[in-house]
Every structure is written in structure tokens, then in C-alpha cells.
């Protein structure tokens, strides 16, 4: 049991900061791609569409996930602190709300890599929706150009 607890929150912290590091790479590379994506160079829609949602369900899978990361480690350090006072025969209130305090961080650093992570995801999700309606319109007026060009 000292393992676990020595090494849970390196753990999970190492797990959550893997996850932000994820969702920040996947973002800053989306933006630079919609940046100098040219929509012209597309003969169909979906094709377009597959290179510009590419990662964005990783993206929301880390978003949904990171709470359910840190309440794991909350709900194992919550564990740990009632066999440590189990085993201790002790009723201390100091122990127990210590125990807990450190064990709920893990939630809340989960909660931190989750918020951003689903603002990065819809962000990206509105610029996608802006590549797509840029094209239909491009494919719209393609016609029409080329119709008053010949004349």
C-alpha cells in the first residue's frame, strides 16, 4: 500500500499532463493547418472535410475523459486514507480531511486539463465549420465565375 500512495500522484499527474500536453500539440497544429489550408486544392467536400477534422476526436476524447483520470486517483487516495486509518485504529479528524484534501487535488487537476481542452475542441470544431461553409460557397460560385469569365 506505501507504493501506491508513494506513487500515485506522480502517477496520475504525469497521466493528466500527458493528456494537456496532447491537446495543446493537436491545437496549435490544427490552427497552423486551417491557416494555410487552401480549400481551391479540394475536388470533394470530404475530402476536405477528413483533413480538417483530423485529431479533433482525440481532442474531445481527452476532454471527456481527463475528469474521470483525476477521480480515479481521488477515488484510490480516498482508499488509501481509510486503510491507513483502518490500520492505525485512529479517528483523527487532522488525518482524515488531510487525506482527502490530497486526494481531491487529482479531481481538480483533472477538471483543469478537461476545461480547456473542450474550449480547444469546440474552437476548432467553429473553424471547421467555417472551412466547410468557405468551400460550398467557393464551389457555389465556381460555375458562376466561370460562366461571366466567357463572356
Not at 90 to 107: F, P, R, W
Amino acid at each position: 500500500m506505501d507504493n501506491i500512495q508513494l506513487y500515485l500522484d506522480l502517477t496520475f499527474f504525469t497521466i493528466l499532463g500527458l493528456m494537456m500536453f496532447i491537446a495543446l500539440w493537436i491545437t496549435f497544429e490544427r490552427l497552423f493547418l486551417f491557416k494555410r489550408i487552401n480549400i481551391e486544392s479540394y475536388a470533394h467536400i470530404e475530402l476536405l472535410n477528413i483533413d480538417i477534422t483530423k485529431n479533433l476526436t482525440t481532442l474531445s476524447t481527452i476532454g471527456a475523459n481527463a475528469p474521470y483520470v483525476g477521480l480515479l486517483g481521488t477515488v484510490i487516495g480516498i482508499l488509501i486514507t481509510f486503510y491507513e486509518i483502518g490500520m492505525n485504529d485512529s479517528l483523527e479528524t487532522s488525518v482524515i480531511m488531510t487525506g482527502l484534501a490530497l486526494a481531491l487535488k487529482l479531481t481538480a487537476a483533472g477538471i483543469a486539463v478537461a476545461i480547456p481542452a473542450l474550449m480547444f475542441y469546440n474552437g476548432l470544431l467553429r473553424k471547421v465549420e467555417e472551412l466547410q461553409a468557405k468551400y460550398r460557397v467557393y464551389q457555389d460560385l465556381s460555375p458562376q465565375a466561370q460562366t461571366l469569365n466567357k463572356d
